[in-house]
């Protein structure tokens, strides 16, 4: 399995982004995904995490800026960010930490997505 992310790039403090990560693979049965960050000097962080009945859980820093979605038949998650701010910048991650292949749990990572905001 693998994880794709993509939409990070440059924006000023109160814009917007929209993250997004598709799975791909075979035989595979993902329950549920979400995104980390890490900061520059910083330890990685969760942003937010979206289970498999769409019930969400987000970093405190990122409460009511920011959501996630899914699309479960595209195996795919998305991160709207909102008014970004500097401290948003980081490097941002895409994890699928319960996917079930055949009888047995795995944790995936995709590649990193680097988020720039100045101010």
């Known amino acids: 399995v693998q994880l794709q992310a993509s939409g990070g790039g440059n924006v000023r403090a109160g814009g917007s982004l929209r993250l997004s990560c598709a799975a791909s693979g075979s035989a595979f049965t993902i329950n549920s995904m979400g995104w980390y960050r890490r900061a520059p000097g910083k330890q990685r962080e969760l942003v937010a995490h979206?289970?498999?009945?769409?019930?969400?859980h987000f970093g405190n820093s990122v409460k009511d800026r920011f959501t996630i979605s899914r699309d479960t038949a595209k195996s795919s998650v998305y991160l709207q960010m909102n008014d970004l701010q500097p401290e948003d910048t980081a490097v941002y991650y895409c994890?699928?930490?319960?996917?079930?292949?055949?009888?047995?749990?795995?944790?995936?990572w995709g590649q990193g997505t680097l988020v720039t905001v100045s101010s």
């Open positions: 979206i289970d498999r009945n769409g019930y969400t």
């Open positions: 994890n699928a930490p319960d996917v079930l292949i055949g009888k047995q749990f795995h944790t995936y």
